[in-house]
């Protein structure tokens, strides 16, 4: 099955390397907002508040993503995808301009989060969507393995917190901003194939 269905299915290839750049920008604004923030002077409590905020968004966000896709966009998963990253990258170059303005971080976090968690659900159905039912299972492990260890633990985790102890948080922003970039990038690699 691996083989056969997932392996030599580039379609699914494309989308695992999308979410693994969306899992990036997912845990490298979740997992270092509270560092960035306490390190610009703002206190752990506000810095949790924005966590909190960047959490709680994803829930309308993910629903209203899920309800674009199957009614607007007739059951595509990559053009919404598409739509909600770039909203995703214009929070983050936000974000990045207005670090020092804690109301305007805390905006820009529930954007993000409000914007990102869509993505993350409907790679895993589109992942579902271009495989066989008997090799559904395989390729959302797949996307989520690309998702999980590629974007969260080297990526997010292991190079934005590499770059940001060199070369400052500045040169952290650049790196999310590429990932949003190369996350519609791979995702626009299939929609030829979605529009079939």
């Not at 393995?145 to 922003?173: C, D, E, H, K």
């Amino acid at each position: 099955i691996f083989f056969q269905y997932v392996l030599n299915n580039k379609f699914l290839w494309f989308i695992a390397l999308s979410n693994a750049f969306v899992y990036m920008v997912r845990y490298g604004c979740l997992d270092w907002a509270p560092t960035i923030l306490t390190e610009k002077g703002i206190d752990l409590k506000s810095a949790g508040w924005a966590y909190f905020a960047y959490e709680f968004a994803a829930i309308p966000g993910t629903l209203l993503c899920g309800w674009l896709s199957d009614k607007l966009f007739k059951g595509k998963r990559a053009l919404p995808t598409i739509l909600f990253m770039g909203l995703v990258l214009v929070f983050i170059v936000l974000y990045w301009q207005f670090i020092d303005n804690l109301t305007m971080v805390i905006i820009c976090l529930i954007g993000i989060g409000f914007f990102i968690y869509g993505p993350v659900m409907l790679i895993g159905v589109q992942a579902l969507d271009l495989a066989p039912k008997n090799a559904a299972g395989t390729a959302a492990g797949l996307t989520g393995f690309f998702g999980y260890f590629l974007g969260t633990f080297i990526l997010a985790n292991t190079v934005i917190g590499w770059v940001a102890q060199n070369f400052g948080w500045s040169w952290t922003f650049l790196l999310l901003v590429a990932a949003c970039l190369l996350s519609m990038f791979f995702m626009g690699l299939t929609l030829k194939e979605e529009s079939k």
